[in-house]
């Protein structure tokens, strides 16, 4: 049985995995994206796969644009809410504010607006048919387990999104729509491509979209990976506020 999905971020990196993904699967598949061109590309390779791809151009930052464009997209099954931007704070004594804001704005105040939108659609599903639970899905970040260097706008943004997908799991799940946080470690994209750290655990794209997959499957409330990671943090998490700050200050260095 085939669903529809959307999915933001789509023209690179997990988004442009996940849609591929589900055109494999022989979904419906709604990519969003800024881009005519990169969407296009997606146009193209879609061709070649059993699903049926629908390209939805807005800029997230733009709420008029975006209310326009989601006003053509159908009752949705899964709704994947993966677009995003990575800047770093390089120097915390000369804090970068307008930095901060444009991270800020991308990653969690125009989501906002994303999803009033999007539970309209995912309301619709459970208007047409009373039995289905439509999934909202939010992909956060593993940075947001602990306080990294020069990460305080995107760890922020991405610790904003946390606490939004666990409250709204709690108020729409008496409503039958079930709510997802995903986890992802080091993921190789055009956004980490730019960074000039050691990744340890580094996956491909594929491979976090398979996995996430995998936890939408299963309804979990949170799709954390890869394991190795994800424990690494849960165990500094656990230890000493005193130690964690000396082990990250010691990092820093």
């Not at 296009?40 to 807005?58: N, P, R």
């Amino acid at each position: 049985m085939s669903h529809r999905v959307l999915v933001t971020g789509a023209t690179s990196g997990i988004g442009h995995s996940l849609v591929i993904n589900y055109l494999e699967k022989g979904d419906v598949v709604y990519a969003c994206g800024r881009s005519a061109e990169k969407l296009a590309a997606i146009s193209e390779q879609a061709q070649q796969l059993s699903g049926t791809l629908k390209l939805v151009q807005f800029d997230q930052l733009k709420e008029d644009e975006l209310v326009s464009a989601l006003n053509e997209v159908e009752a949705l099954d899964i709704a994947i809410l993966n677009a995003g931007d990575c800047e770093y704070i390089d120097n915390a004594l000369d804090f970068d504010a307008n930095l901060f804001k444009r991270v800020i704005d991308i990653n969690l105040t125009s989501v906002g607006v994303l999803v009033r939108e999007i539970l309209l659609k995912l309301k619709e599903a459970i208007t047409a048919n009373s039995s289905v639970n439509p999934q909202l899905v939010f992909v956060g970040s593993s940075a947001a387990m602990m306080p990294f260097t020069r990460a305080q706008a995107y760890g922020a943004s991405k610790a904003g999104i946390g606490y939004l997908a666990d409250s709204l799991y709690i108020d729409l799940k008496p409503h039958n729509i079930d709510v997802s946080l995903v986890l992802p470690g080091f993921i190789k994209t055009p956004l980490t491509d730019k960074n000039d750290f050691e990744m340890p655990f580094l996956l491909t794209s594929d491979e976090a979209a398979k996995r996430i997959d995998s936890g939408i499957q299963r309804r979990h409330r949170h799709i954390a990976f890869p394991k190795r990671l994800i424990w690494s943090l849960k165990f500094a998490s656990w230890l000493p506020a005193t130690w964690w700050r000396k082990i990250m200050l010691n990092s820093d260095q």
